[in-house]
Structures are given as C-alpha cells and as structure tokens.
C-alpha cells in the first residue's frame, strides 16, 4: 500500500530561583568580563568575600521571577540567597579561569548579541496594539475547523527508531494492506516497536496535517517522523468534535493575533535592515543557499512545550 510521508500552592517554588550550575558559571563569567575596579551601583545587600550584591540586582531577579506582591517578602530572602550562591559559584569559576575558556567566551558572545537584538527590537517596534474584537471574530469565523467545525481523529500508532525504516522497511510498508500487516513484518524481521492510541482534535494538529488527514481513507497507512523517532500511524475513525465556542476561543486567539503582529513587525524591521546592509557570505558550505532569516530576537511569548507548539502557534493551544 502506497504510504504517505508527514514531516511534521500560594508558596514562591524555590526551584524557580535555582539556575542550573552550567548557566550560572556562564552568567557569572560574563559579569567577570568587565573591570574588577567597577562598584557596582546600587545599595549593597549582603557581601561576598568582597563582592557586592546590590539592591539593584535584587529587584531586578524580582522582576524576572514575576513575583506577586504578597510574596515578595519571602521570595527576596530566596533570591538573596540565590544571588550569594551564584557569586561563589562566580568566583570560583574565575580561579580557574573559565572565564578565559573559548566555550565559554563564545557563549557569553551569543548571549549578548541575542539580548542586544531583542533590546533592539523592543526600542523599535515597541509593543504591538491589542487586537480588537473585529480581528478576534475575523479569525474565529475564517478557522471554523479550529472552533466550530472540529474533527477528532482516533489514530492507531506503531512508534519505531527512524533507524529502523531501512529501504525493506519502507517497501514492507508499502505493500503492507493495514498496520497488523506492518506490526507482522516487523516482529518477522526483529524491529522494535511500541504501539500506542491516540486520538487528535484538528484544534491540536497542524492545518496541513489536518487537511491531509480529512482526505485519507480510512487504513491508510502513513509515517510521521520525529528525529530519532518514527510513527506509522494508521486513521481507526474521523468524528465530530465539540465546537469552542468564540467567548472560550478569544483568549488564545487574542494571544495569537498579537505574537502575529509581533513577528510580522520584527520581519519587516529585520527585512529593512537587510535592505540596507551589505551582507557577503564567505567560506559557505558548497551548494548551501542563504535563506531568508527569521528575526532572532523578536519580543517573545511564554514559550510552549513542543508538543503544543503548532497550536499554539495558531492560538489554540489547550482547547478541547
């Protein structure tokens, strides 16, 4: 059977205060980068064998940590601490100079062009207006299959290593009639596979994915690859799914229309500067041809895990 390839609790947590030790040395080296000699300004709120934490520095971890007003009594005496153990851990990685290591130097680099740029981005494009309630229905009405006309699709799933679909695989698959036929060829040949269940709603799948999944009959075999991980899934029921109604809908399509205009603001600056700049690639890998680049520092949403990153893309993470 021929398949078809898809690429697809009030209390502070004290956890949050905890940098992991690899990204405090990094953060301590790259405030060992600047002269010694330099007092810090702002208020000092304890000492380190002589270095100075300031109130300055404390209030801006506050700021960070998005810390209520109620809690932040209790969650200043936390970062303090969190401030004092990244000192030591600072210092101690200036002994043994690794504020001089190239990795890290490299990082440290990466990190201030990247903060650098975003500074940049927020001076310039500033933050978008808040979509009105016109876009918000625009959007609801022209998405149906995201709010009222949804699908769920029930789906049953053989999860192999990408490794694994070799080119006798890939042919077994091919003249497979349904996954049993697959699952049989696999367990002949010794491939390790799991099988799983799922069902998706077309809220949570990417619109492309959801159009080739409405076309499809049902059995069809065809194969989603996830880096080191392969699905061959096969579509076991297509049925309606509750509608969303646009009071529930308007929050996530609020935040998605104002990410789009974010974006679309950021492109448009970076694609100006581009326009204006002389840009030469040198020493490029031989037949690699420059892309178009995607703001690397655009003001940034909350970040999604990635399995609802497409959705939430599209302002409807979450959504059942």
Same mark, same amino acid.
């Not at 960070?64 to 009594?73: C, D, E, K, L």
């Not at 077309?202 to 009959?217: F, T």
């Not at 076991?236 to 109604?245: G, N, Q």
């Given at each position: 059977? %021929? ?16 940098? =992991?030790? +690899? ?46 007003? =109620? ?24 002994? @043994? ?11 440290? @680099?990466?990190? &201030? ?8 981005? %927020? ?9 009105? *309630? +016109?876009? $918000? ?14 699908? %769920?699709?029930?789906?049953? %799933?053989?999860?192999?290593?990408? #490794? ?17 036929? #697959?699952? #049989? ?5 010794? $491939? ?13 799948? /990417? +619109? ?6 409405? *076309?499809?009959?049902? !059995? ?6 996830? !880096? ?7 579509? +076991?029921?297509?049925?309606? *799914?509750?509608?969303?109604?646009? @009071? ?38 031989? !037949?690699?041809? /420059?892309?178009?680049?995607? /703001? ?14 497409? #959705? ?5 993470? =979450?959504? &059942?």
């Amino acid at each position: 059977m %021929q398949t078809k390839s898809v690429r697809s609790t009030n209390r502070f947590p004290r956890r949050a205060l905890r940098l =992991g030790a +690899a990204t405090m040395i990094a953060v301590a080296a790259l405030s060992a980068c600047g002269s010694k000699e330099n007092k810090k300004p702002g208020q000092a709120v304890a000492s380190v064998n002589g270095e100075e934490i300031t109130v300055l520095q404390l209030n801006d971890e506050l700021a960070h940590a998005n810390v209520q007003a =109620g809690q932040q009594a209790a969650a200043s005496k936390q970062l303090l601490e969190s401030l004092i153990d990244r000192q030591l851990l600072q210092s101690a990685a200036v002994k @043994e100079n690794l504020d001089r290591d190239p990795k890290v130097l490299l990082a440290l @680099e990466r990190a &201030k062009s990247l903060l650098l740029a975003q500074a940049y981005m %927020q001076k310039r494009i500033g933050t978008p207006a808040k979509p009105s *309630a +016109a876009e $918000v229905q625009e959007y609801y009405d022209k998405n149906p299959q995201f709010f009222t006309a949804r699908k %769920q699709f029930d789906m049953r %799933q053989l999860v192999l290593a990408t #490794a694994s679909l070799d080119a006798d695989a890939k042919a077994a698959i091919d003249n497979a009639k349904s996954l049993e036929d #697959a699952a #049989a060829w696999f367990d002949a040949h010794h $491939v390790k596979y799991n099988r799983n269940q799922v069902s998706r709603t077309s809220s949570e799948l /990417p +619109a492309e994915l959801v159009n080739k999944l409405l *076309a499809m009959p049902k !059995g069809q075999l065809f194969i989603v690859r996830e !880096g080191e991980r392969s699905l061959l899934i096969s579509i +076991a029921d297509v049925k309606d *799914a509750p509608s969303i109604s646009l @009071e529930t809908a308007t929050p996530q399509i609020t935040q998605f229309l104002f990410n789009k205009k974010n974006k679309e603001a950021a492109e448009a600056e970076v694609k100006r500067l581009r326009a204006s700049a002389k840009i030469e690639y040198l020493n490029a890998p031989a !037949g690699a041809a /420059p892309a178009a680049s995607a /703001p690397a520092a655009a003001p940034a949403a909350a970040p999604a895990s990635s399995a609802s990153q497409e #959705a939430n893309e599209r302002g409807v993470a =979450g959504l &059942k």
